[in-house]
């Protein structure tokens, strides 16, 4: 097989994918097989009581397409799986996960302790360093072993966001309640927080599993309070230090200092998480709102305390938000008629329902699939999972144009590549870290967050409110794709350490002297043979030599495995 000296896939994928970005979100025309397979006999698909839409896409084309946007790509062997259990099924057991049993992930995840753990137990268990050994180690005054063994490296708070981005990668490839991780991930962007400011770090397996995972396929509402409540929204966007402009500290060491209004997460509430920036809101109304949540702060948060209010800090004021008022001689309430004033607001409906379908039909959403999901948070008080039935049943979802219309974000692209090999992820401790010692403690969830940082989504790492972002734009240039290629031979040929990846097993008795029936099966399984002619040819090109672990790389680094 020739080398990448011509890169005649790099360029192939950097020429479709580039195209992404100039054509409205659409994606580049390609010639796809549509054959439908017959479904094995004596596997009756399950009824559903969904209905899915007619669709000029054949059943195993829809299969992939729900696999591809619903989850992190199919494993070899899942497209048939789907067709058994039936699509509307399976789509309708995706909106439940409560129902999916999922042991082999949760045994997985127990070797993260920090999931499990309050703000105040991980700042025991992964202290600050002390600063005036820091300062002694850096004039030379200390030894960098005695701060090692004052401060062991599996005992540093950077194991916290390690252990996260780990578990995060191994729910992404390992789960079968793939749409709650997929949606998990779409609302810790929406409700992004920064795991590097402060005290934020000790507070983010907590702000998770409390705040996100429960309401991500709940009601909107709840998970606007729930992020609005915990102390790593209020430590991140500052609210937790917002109070009257007349208030001062009454004691501690900065006893009299004053404080005052803070405006950035009444902002941030408006533009990012429930209006949108053209929602209708002024400057005037972000300081009432601002003004509604002072006193929503952080009890001793430093030391991992939880949300507390402290009335003497609220503006008791009368307060008009949008034009309705808030009458004087509130409290915490005032932040809660807020939420609830914005959640009903209709721009929230149409703003949460264009980023929903932008997450699952295309970067510039259908205008009328939009409003459609609209009346839907409407009509249900913004009910997640309904909102999500409106887009899965639509024909824009089933459509030919949607069909890989996105770009794959890094993790998408990782976890997926991860799937289509049907790669496995060794546990912290295996014998197979390769003396790697981050290996070793974290286990291949690790090196696999490491490769998508490399990628451009470093995970809970993104600095502004906004989260990372999900359309084309942002992911696709020349080095970017580049970096994909890398990863995918690193992946394709076994040299990421905490995983074990068995071609022989994908390949499944395809010969290895007959390059073409090797292609041929890496399309089938990779790309559940939906290939353009124009990336055929390419790969096609490349079988002057048998080296089945470059293939494999070069199928996973096509433009069709990189969009979803």
Known sequence: MRGLSGRPILTLMVAALSAACSVSGARPPATVDQAVAVPAPGSPARPSRLSLPPSPLGEEQRIAHALNRLAYGPRPGDVERVRQMGLAAWIERQLDPERIPDEAVERALRAYPVLTMSAGELLRAYPRPDQALVQKVKSGEAARKEMREAFPPERRPYVITAQMQSAKVLRAVMSERQLQEVMVDFWFNHFNVFAHKGAVRWMLPAYEREAIRPHALGRFGDLV?????????????????????????????????????????????????????????????VIEVARCFTGWSIERPFDGGGFVFRAPAHDRGEKRVLGVAVPAGGGEEDGHRVIALLVRHPSTARFIATKLVRRFVADNPPPGLVERVARSFEETGGDIRAMLLTIFTSPEFFSAEAVRAKIKKPLEVVA???????????????????????????????????????????????????????????????????????FALGLAGKRLPGMQVDLERVLAGADRRRPEQVLERLLAVILQGQVSAETRGALAAQLDSPDVEKLAALVLGSPEFQRR
């Not at 929204?233 to 209004?261: C, H, I, Q």
């Open 225 to 285: 309070l729930a992020t609005a409540r915990h102390p790593a929204m209020l430590f991140y966007l500052d609210n937790w230090m917002s109070t009257r402009e007349d208030w001062v500290l009454p004691a501690g060491p900065n006893r009299g200092r004053k404080l005052g209004l803070n405006e950035n997460y009444a902002r941030e509430l408006m533009e990012l998480h429930t209006l949108g920036v053209d929602g209708g809101y002024t400057q005037r109304d």
């Open 416 to 486: 997926s590549a991860v799937r289509a090999l049907d790669g496995q992820l060794l546990p912290p401790g295996s014998d197979a870290s390769g003396g790697r010692p981050a290996v070793a403690l974290l286990g291949g969830g690790f090196p696999l967050s490491r490769q998508v940082a490399a990628l451009g989504e470093p995970l809970y790492e993104a600095q502004p409110p906004t989260g990372h972002p999900d359309v084309a734009e942002a992911w696709v240039n020349t080095g970017a794709l580049l970096g994909r290629m890398n």
